[in-house]
């Protein structure tokens, strides 16, 4: 078992920044890789980054290439996701998810990950 737990959302004005952070708790938090999923209001969840189980290798969706960043601190049990130069259409519930079973590949898929978070809720204003 893996808990999530994600923070760090509020309202933020087009163009500004915000940093979610998702700790983790239960299996050893080294072992997963790690994705972020977003979904807008009326609209399904979509992939936005994920990582692997080292940091070393990092995915993105297209829409937020040279914007977000995922990054993980292992020793802290928490992975962040660092939102720049956000957009009113990126308002939305942000969720974390783990996938227990891969090593060294990240999937873009919601169907990869074993455990989600409860969602944190960004809200872009324009």
């Known amino acids: 078992q893996v808990q999530l737990v994600e923070s760090g959302g509020g309202l933020v004005q087009a163009g500004g920044s915000l940093r979610l952070s998702c700790a983790a708790s239960?299996?050893?938090?080294?072992?997963?890789?790690l994705g972020w999923f977003r979904q807008a209001p009326g609209k399904d969840r979509e992939f936005v980054a994920a990582?692997?189980?080292?940091?070393?290798?990092?995915r993105y969706a297209d829409s937020v290439k040279g914007r977000f960043t995922i990054s993980r601190d292992n020793a802290k049990n928490t992975v962040y996701l660092q939102m720049n130069n956000l957009k009113p259409e990126e308002t939305g519930g942000y969720y974390c998810?783990?996938?227990?079973?891969?090593?060294?590949?990240?999937?873009?898929?919601?169907?990869?990950?074993?455990?989600w978070g409860q969602g944190t809720k960004d809200t872009v204003s324009s």
């Open positions: 239960g299996r050893t938090f080294s072992n997963c890789g």
């Open positions: 990582i692997t189980r080292s940091g070393l290798s990092t």
């Open positions: 998810a783990a996938d227990v079973k891969r090593a060294f590949t990240v999937i873009p898929t919601q169907s990869a990950y074993d455990y």
